[in-house]
């Protein structure tokens, strides 16, 4: 089924986006790490430059994340049964069973912090300090997909400090050179980052450190989200079985439980906190609920080891079939929606619409460029920049003219097609960044509307400029409204700290 999602359902404009790094030769950039390019461009160069191709590593990714859950709760159980459910309930949460198809840094950072977990638990199971270098290497990759997995570096120091063997670790070497076996996988990020004045790191920085009004409203959001992308049910088994596990855990100084359990609550209530006063990403998240899983597999053979009550034991067996047996019918559905509906549900508030329609408008700039002797499209958002050039496969240089530090080290899009050549300007009508444009020589003319159309339903309108007497400035200086990075939900002050 996600091997159909990943072949049929049109391309995200985040995926465009991501798909763009791909076609670049740069050690990092602006919003991420590289990780989220290279899996791209692992499966454009198998399968080409289709939605399958972009999305096939984060397929795989799914796949290999299911394996390792599976191989974790098998060496700590031995429980056939548990398994299974370690193996279903990713199947049943909507993000993992279906949309995890959808490329995303988070996708290529869950599989190697898997990993990661799964490696220190080899180190429990066979007591060979070697398993902290593959933990080392596979902490590094995950670093390079997102930083969020900073996140799961309280629950490996108290994986390594709580237990009896604190001692042993504490003087081993092992744990510090898998410290600096990640450091050095990471470095890339960090060489690119020293040679651009730590644009990605003040970047994240700013964007976490944000201080809003607090706001309930946003709190439900993020525990909406998280009822919705792992489920209604599955979301309270999982951390309940978490919370057990982690009681348990710090009480017995059982390193398993204590890792799979402060992965999870660690991150997830920090999460909740920042939820006061941000809103927190639909993906953020995302990569702690994998080790959830593993805990509430576990969670059922160790209540049954430790002798808890018959009624006890049933319910959570119980809860955790309903949750799988609620959870993926409504994947199922979800996928039929995505895939095969013909109906627009939601009207304009739809998602899935918000982000269709935009091949559409990539066949109207074709056409007004051979009629307006265009050579190129300019846009002033990188949604709309990624999705035209998504469509129009680099046919003709496609550049966004503001936000440029989002394009430090990327290739020359063409610059002699746009030197002295007319240009279409693209935006939709709500765009207020037009008013960047007047403060450039470039002559404006309005020559047509298009609106993007989810399943008959008119979901954005755009307007199609001819722009000429201007070549835009691909490397504006630093302060520059050009070259800055979006304000996001940062006030002006924050912003101008970022900036200096």
């Known amino acids: 089924m996600r091997c159909l999602y990943a072949g049929l359902f049109e391309l995200r404009t985040d995926e465009a986006y991501y798909w763009t790094w791909s076609k670049e030769n740069v050690l990092s950039f602006l919003d991420h790490p590289p990780m989220i390019a290279w899996f791209i461009r692992l499966g454009t160069t198998i399968f080409g430059d289709t939605a399958f191709g972009v999305r096939f590593a984060g397929v795989l990714a799914m796949l290999l994340t299911q394996v390792m859950l599976a191989d974790i709760v098998r060496r700590v159980t031995q429980d056939l049964r548990a398994v299974v459910f370690a193996v279903l309930m990713p199947e049943a949460a909507l993000y993992y069973g279906l949309l995890m198809a959808k490329i995303a840094p988070d996708v290529a950072m869950i599989p190697f912090a898997v990993a990661m977990i799964w490696s220190l638990v080899r180190l429990v199971e066979s007591e060979d300090a070697r398993w902290w270098l593959a933990a080392g290497a596979f902490a590094g990759l995950a670093l390079l997909a997102k930083l969020t997995v900073v996140m799961l570096l309280p629950a490996v120091l108290a994986f390594m400090l709580v237990p009896a063997w604190r001692r042993r670790w504490w003087r081993s070497p092992y744990p510090w050179l898998a410290a600096l076996i990640a450091l050095a996988l990471f470095s890339p990020v960090l060489v690119w980052n020293a040679g651009h004045d730590w644009a990605s790191f003040k970047f994240q920085f700013v964007r976490v450190t944000t201080s809003n009004e607090a706001s309930l409203r946003t709190v439900g959001d993020f525990l909406g989200l998280q009822f919705g992308q792992v489920g209604l049910i599955l979301f309270p088994v999982v951390l309940s079985a978490v919370v057990v596990t982690a009681w348990r855990g710090y009480r017995q100084r059982e390193p398993v439980a204590i890792l799979l359990s402060t992965a999870v609550l660690v991150p997830f209530l920090y999460l909740l906190w920042k939820s006061l006063t941000l809103r927190v990403g639909d993906t953020w998240p995302m990569f702690i609920w994998p080790a959830g899983f593993a805990a509430a597999a576990i969670h059922g053979p160790m209540l049954r080891r430790e002798n808890w ?31 095969a509906s013909p109906w627009n549900l939601i009207g304009k508030n739809d998602p899935i619409g918000g982000e269709a329609g935009y091949g559409a408008l990539a066949d109207r700039a074709l056409l007004e460029m051979r009629k307006s002797g265009a050579t190129w499209i300019a846009t002033t958002d990188y949604r709309t920049y990624a999705m035209l050039r998504w469509h129009l496969h680099d046919w003709v240089p496609v550049l966004q003219v503001n936000q440029r530090a989002r394009f430090i080290g990327f290739r020359d899009p063409g610059i002699d097609l746009i030197r002295d050549h007319p240009g279409l300007y693209i935006a939709q009508l709500t765009d207020d960044n037009r008013a960047l444009l007047a403060s450039t020589p470039a002559v404006i003319e309005p020559i047509a509307r298009v609106d993007t159309v989810f399943r008959g339903v008119v979901m954005k309108n755009y307007q199609i400029d001819r722009i000429s007497h201007w070549t835009p400035d691909l490397n504006p200086p630093p302060d520059t409204p050009f070259y800055r990075w979006p304000l996001l939900a940062m006030g002006a002050q924050s912003y101008q700290v970022a900036l200096r």
């Open 309 to 339: 009550s018959p009624g006890m034991i049933q319910a959570a067996g119980r809860w955790s079939i309903a949750a799988i047996a609620a959870g993926i019918p409504l994947v199922v559905l979800v996928f039929l929606y995505c895939v």
